[in-house]
Structures are given as structure tokens and as C-alpha cells.
């Protein structure tokens, strides 16, 4: 043990162990580049309330992500959950297309004019949301992209 | 898995078959250029290569797992469309790390901010590290080790985290992070490692073993 090469391999050993890497990190890093080509806006976590259920009941997580223009709020089933579906809305509210990408593909639904929205039968998996520009809104915006989630 | 790499010529100090020869650089620089030479199958290959290395670089500036994920799903992301820019292929891993340290440090701001402005939400905002009582290393070296790194300071608990993932960090920016000049990067590192030298020195099960 006495260079610093292997004291830092042993560090390094140490950290492996103690703060492993998420087992499905790659997974969700490769899910999102599928995206890659698209010319997007990159939406921000902003803010994650851990499940919060009560007695019995399936916990609901809500993960709100946001950019300078718009904010998503997303409320995603527990992992157990049997009925598989993702509640949101949107801020400013309009009635904007919004399209999921899931494990077993697109689906699109249009937010109300308050906002709301969701996206039902959804499949375990990783689940990506595209938040797309009004039609005849100001040129040259991008769609909203957020980061792929684990369901 | 990481292959030791000395710091002084980037080469991988262990002598095992094939790939494992290479330094991690040069294996993401061959995979970043067959990418760049529409081999679609090799992006995949520098992702598995270096996400560990980001994530326990972003995680050294003590962000929240969900932070540390955004952070590196954004960084992989301004490669895809920086990618143009990297002229220098051999020097993607440096971009790499830079870009996510850069990110991270900026995050961990933000957020220490933000814990001074709303002291309700510091609960939400600790991190879930794992203090020395937290996880069971199998590897009996490498937990007698874990007891001390923790007693080192923070400033030192950073640098050799970033340094041991990432054997070639850009001084520059690192020395902005950590508050000191480029200069002191490499005394400064020198300094916590003995200081963890001098922790281990003093315990026996250590020297035991």
C-alpha cells in the first residue's frame, strides 16, 4: 500500500462499494440520448417528493421539472402499482401536445386548457416526456424534454 | 470496472490481456471515434465506459442521487450536440468530467444556497451518503480504509474522489471548485493522502492486514 496509485485503487474500491452506481443508470442514460437528434430544451428535476402513502394505499411519487418557460408537475405510480398511469400538468396552462415515451413506445395525448393532463396503461419501464410547442406560438421554440424515469 | 491508471503517463499500471492495457482515456477516445465515424453501437460502449466515472466524480460534490442522475443524463446530452466541437479526440474523457464537475459544482451551490434562504427543506436536501457505519465493504482493506476517509476534510474527501476516478482532471477547473490555486492542486492532494496514511498508520487492523 505504499504508492499513491494503489491507495487510490483502494479508494477508489471503497467508493465502488459504498455509492454503487445505480444499477439502471446506463439503461436510463442511453433511453434518453435515443432523443438525441431531436433540437430540445433539456427540462431540470426542480424538485422530488418521496412516496407518500397512506396505510395500505399505493405511494405516489411527484416529480416536478421545470425551465425558464414552462413547469411540469408529474405524479408516477409506485412500482407495485397496478393501475399504471402517469397524472400531470402542465404550467402555463394550454392546451399543448404532450407525448410519452415508454417502454413500448410513443403515445400523445393534449393537455387541458388547465393544464392537466395523463397518460394510462403505462408500461413499467422507462418513461421520457415531450412537452411540445404550441401551434402558432413563437417561432423558433423547441420542444421540453424531460430526463427518462424510471417506472 | 477501472483499471488503475498512473497518474504521471496515463497508462494503466496493471499488466492484464487486451483492452484492459488502455487507459480509460484512450479506450473512450477509440469509442467517441468510431461514433464520429457513424458507428452507432460504439456511443453505447462510451456510455457503459464512463458513466461510473461521472457518477462518482458528481457524487464527490455530495449532490443527491436524483441530482447526481440529472446531472449526468445533461452532460451526455451537451456531448451529443457538442460532439462537433471535440477536435481533439483523444481529449473527450477530459470534456467529460469537466463538463460534469462543472455542472455538479454548480448544483451543489445552488442548492447550499437555497438551504440558507428555506431551512425547512435541509432535511430533504442531506444527501443519503453513507457514513462510516453505513455500508458493509466486503473487501477487508477497503473497509478498514472507509473508517478513515471520512475523518478527512471535505475539501480532501472531494479531491481524492475526483483524482481516483479520473487520473487526468483539468487543474483549472478543479482548483475553482476546491477554492485554491492551480498550483496547490497537486500539494493539496499530496497532503490528504498522507493524512490518510498517517489515520491508517495509527490503526492495527489496518496494519494487520
Known sequence: MNTDEALLGLLREAWEEADPVPPQLVDRVLFGLQLADLEYELLRLSYLAEPAGVRGESAVTTVTFSSKRLTVMLMLPAAADPVRRVDGWISPAGARRLEAITASGRSEVVAGLDGRFSFTAVPAGLFQLIIHPVAGGPAGERPLVTPALQL | ?209
Open chain 2, 1 to 209: 470496472m477501472l483499471l488503475p491508471v498512473n497518474p504521471a503517463d496515463g497508462r494503466a499500471v496493471s499488466a492484464q490481456p487486451a483492452d484492459a492495457q488502455r487507459p480509460v482515456w484512450a479506450l473512450a477516445a477509440d469509442h467517441f471515434t468510431a461514433w464520429r465515424h457513424e458507428d452507432p453501437a460504439a456511443l453505447d460502449r462510451l456510455v457503459r465506459l464512463l458513466t461510473p466515472v461521472l457518477w462518482h466524480i458528481v457524487r464527490a460534490y455530495g449532490l443527491t442521487r436524483e441530482s447526481a442522475e440529472d446531472v449526468i443524463q445533461a452532460t451526455w446530452l451537451a456531448l451529443i450536440s457538442h460532439a462537433s466541437s471535440i477536435v481533439d479526440h483523444q481529449s473527450v474523457m477530459r470534456w467529460l468530467t469537466t463538463t460534469v464537475r462543472r455542472e455538479a459544482w454548480r448544483v451543489a451551490r445552488e442548492r447550499d444556497r437555497e438551504r440558507v434562504a428555506e431551512p425547512d427543506v435541509l432535511e430533504l436536501a442531506i444527501p443519503a451518503a453513507a457514513g462510516p457505519d453505513g455500508p458493509v465493504l466486503t473487501n477487508r482493506a477497503a473497509a478498514v480504509l472507509w473508517r478513515h476517509v471520512h475523518q478527512l476534510s471535505q475539501r480532501c474527501q472531494r479531491l481524492l474522489r475526483v483524482v481516483a476516478f479520473d487520473s487526468r482532471p483539468d487543474y483549472a477547473s478543479l482548483a475553482t471548485e476546491l477554492g485554491v490555486s492551480i498550483g496547490s492542486i497537486g500539494p493539496t492532494r499530496r497532503r490528504c493522502l498522507d493524512k490518510l496514511r498517517a489515520l491508517l498508520a495509527g490503526d492495527r487492523e489496518w496494519c494487520d492486514s
